[in-house]
């Protein structure tokens, strides 16, 4: 059983569109972070977020973490197909253990 | 500078063999990890040392794994007498310190036949 589950698990999109990917859990996470991790490559950092309410804006990315810090979205408008990818989200409830949801793969056709 | 690295990069590997797989993490990082990434599955923690101490190994899925860290640095995963189940992509992260962010390596991709 996943501490995080993400959804949708698949997504496949037009360039030009805008898709969300959620992550929910039943726990309160100290911080939560997306990674993004293409094909032969390990996860690389999008962002942390760690005040509940939070939302913080990378270029086209939007995140936004819940109120209740149980919840995180992603929000990416006018996706790109350099957007494809692996889209991970991944919290903390104690010091050390960074705890994973299953993953949201993203594609973005030409 | 240079990142994580990993190696080898892939391992193909016959079923009751010994693996191992190596980690060098960013010079002057004290904390690194190991997860392991399943088709379909986010990453799984294994384990993580601070310096070469390894204060939680609850991670590791049964005691055919193993792994230490010598000088601070270089560490070393190893299964013995593989099973078909541990066919994952085997990642490595190190850290500055514990809870800060983390870096992540290329992956070593171990199939057991």
């Known amino acids: 059983t996943q501490l995080l589950e993400q959804s949708p698990q698949f997504l496949s999109i037009q360039e030009g569109e805008n898709l969300t990917v959620y992550c929910n859990s039943s726990s309160v996470f100290s911080s939560l972070q997306w990674y993004r991790q293409e094909p032969g490559e390990g996860p690389v950092l999008l962002v942390t977020?760690?005040?509940?309410?939070e939302v913080k804006k990378l270029k086209r990315l939007t995140f936004q973490f819940g109120d209740a810090r149980k919840d995180s979205s992603l929000h990416i408008t006018a996706a790109q197909t350099g957007d494809t990818g692996l889209y991970l989200c991944?919290?903390?409830?104690?010091?050390?253990?960074?705890?994973f949801g299953a993953g949201t793969t993203v594609t973005v056709r030409a | 500078g240079a990142g994580v690295s990993q190696s080898p990069s892939n391992k193909v590997t016959e079923k009751g063999k010994d693996v191992e797989l190596r980690c060098d993490p960013i010079s002057g990082h004290t904390a690194l990890y190991w997860y392991r990434q399943s088709l379909g599955q986010g990453l799984e923690f294994l384990i993580y040392?601070?310096?070469?101490?390894?204060?939680?190994k609850s991670g590791l899925p049964s005691d055919r794994f193993s792994a230490e860290r010598t000088g601070g640095s270089v560490s070393t995963l190893t299964i013995q007498r593989t099973q078909q189940e541990d066919s994952a992509v085997y990642l490595c992260?190190?850290?500055?310190?514990?809870?800060?962010?983390?870096?992540f390596g290329p992956g070593t991709r171990l199939l057991v036949l």
């Open positions: 040392f601070q310096g070469n101490s390894a204060p939680d």
């Open positions: 977020v760690v005040t509940g309410g």
């Open positions: 991944a919290g903390y409830n104690n010091d050390y253990k960074l705890s």
């Open positions: 992260a190190s850290s500055m310190r514990v809870q800060e962010t983390q870096y």
